[in-house]
């Protein structure tokens, strides 16, 4: 089982960026897929970006963000990494990571994924 720890949520204006942290422990870090969604107030969960395991190459985002928001991965160090920019007030959310084994559950299914970290608040003033 994988545990994970967000950080670098904050509190900023419009326009500008943050970078969200996500370090996994417990498991073999590189063997899972990984994925970003968020949550605002009465709103669902929603996906955000996903990563592939191992290598990363294959990345999806919602259309919401494209072009704004990166996510990268670094496996020697258990760490995904989500670069916003260009933020607006529409992107505050609780920010969460998410961890698996199957694609199709970061993707596709979040209800079936394995592992979630706590979360980190990002709050975005216009």
């Known amino acids: 089982q994988v545990h994970l720890v967000e950080s670098g949520g904050g509190l900023v204006q419009a326009g500008t960026s943050l970078t969200l942290n996500c370090i996994a422990s417990?498991?073999?870090?590189?063997?899972?897929?990984m994925g970003w969604f968020r949550q605002a107030p009465v709103k669902e969960r929603e996906f955000v970006a996903s990563?592939?395991?191992?290598?990363?190459?294959?990345?999806r985002y919602a259309e919401s963000v494209k072009g704004r928001f990166a996510i990268s991965r670094d496996n020697a160090k258990n760490v995904v990494y989500l670069q916003m920019d260009y933020l607006q007030p529409e992107d505050t959310a609780a920010y969460y990571c998410?961890?698996?084994?199957?694609?199709?559950?970061?993707?596709?299914?979040?209800?079936?994924?394995?592992?979630w970290g706590q979360g980190t608040q990002g709050t975005v003033s216009s």
């Open positions: 417990g498991s073999t870090f590189s063997s899972h897929h």
């Open positions: 990563i592939r395991r191992f290598g990363g190459e294959s990345r």
């Open positions: 998410a961890a698996d084994n199957s694609l199709h559950n970061i993707i596709g299914d979040c209800k079936a994924i394995s592992a």
